[in-house]
T-cell receptor, first 114, second 110 residues
Framework: EAGVVQSPRYKIIEKKQPVAFWCNPI?????LYWYLQNLGQGPELLIR????????DSQLPKDRFSAERLKGVDSTLKIQPAELGDSAVYLC????????????FGPGTRLTVT | QKEVEQNSGPLSVPEGAIASLNCTYS??????FFWYRQYSGKSPELIMS????GDKEDGRFTAQLNKASQYVSLLIRDSQPSDSATYLC??????????FGDGTTLTVKP
């Protein structure tokens, strides 16, 4: 079974530029998460989808971040414009409530904003 | 106070010893508990899940949950150098909200 796929793996952009991350979850997983992880810290939730509905986006900085999960499968997270403080690893994870809610993570995207 | 607290470490144990990792949480309605291992530069990978009070064993790993004390732990028996990593505790509420601790860094010395 294929795991969670993310792209790109690495991205370097200048501040004020836009950037987008893509995630394809494990087949059959209805819940999709986007996390931000800074060095030495645990993942921090940005947004959680149940199928195509964003059920928890309270920590998403909506002035510059947006996300979508069309058709309830793959998802895109966008930042526009990027700031220096956005440099971090962006992780996507998926889970199935029916199977206990265990989350499986993709490899992440390491974003560097210069 | 963070919702999920872990000792940051580093925790250092000799090879073959038992490593004990602890986690406390503040939300009493938490229902599901998970331990993830994260190697440097890699993403978290699930080690164990536990949903009810008591112990759950899987190979060299044992998870322990005490909901009354809001405490969950992970024991690693016969620790190996390959167990050296950061261990993340995650707590999920009945509504599906998931919160991670900042992790404990474990070093197993040969």
């Amino acid at each position: 079974e294929a795991g969670v796929v993310q792209s790109p793996r690495y991205k370097i952009i200048e501040k004020k530029q836009p950037v987008a991350f893509w995630c394809n979850p494990i087949s059959g997983h209805n819940t999709l998460y986007w996390y931000l992880q800074n060095l030495g810290q645990g993942p921090e939730l940005l947004i959680r989808y149940e199928n195509e509905e964003a059920v928890d986006d309270s920590q998403l900085p909506k002035d510059r971040f947006s996300a979508e999960r069309l058709k309830g499968v793959d998802s895109t997270l966008k930042i526009q414009p990027a700031e220096l403080g956005d440099s971090a690893v962006y992780l996507c994870a998926s889970s199935s409530r029916r199977l206990g809610g265990e989350q499986y993570f993709g490899p992440g995207t390491r974003l560097t904003v210069t | 106070q963070k919702e999920v607290e872990q000792n940051s470490g580093p925790l250092s144990v000799p090879e073959g010893a038992i490593a004990s990792l602890n986690c406390t949480y503040s939300d009493r309605v938490s229902q599901s508990f998970f331990w993830y291992r994260q190697y440097s530069g890699k993403s978290p990978e699930l080690i164990m899940s536990i949903y009810s009070n008591g112990d759950k064993e899987d190979g060299r790993f044992t998870a322990q949950l005490n909901k009354a004390s809001q405490y969950v732990s992970l024991l690693i028996r016969d620790s190996q150098p390959s167990d050296s990593a950061t261990y993340l505790c995650a707590v999920m509420s009945d509504a599906g909200k998931s919160t991670f601790g900042d992790g404990t860094t474990l070093t197993v010395k040969p």
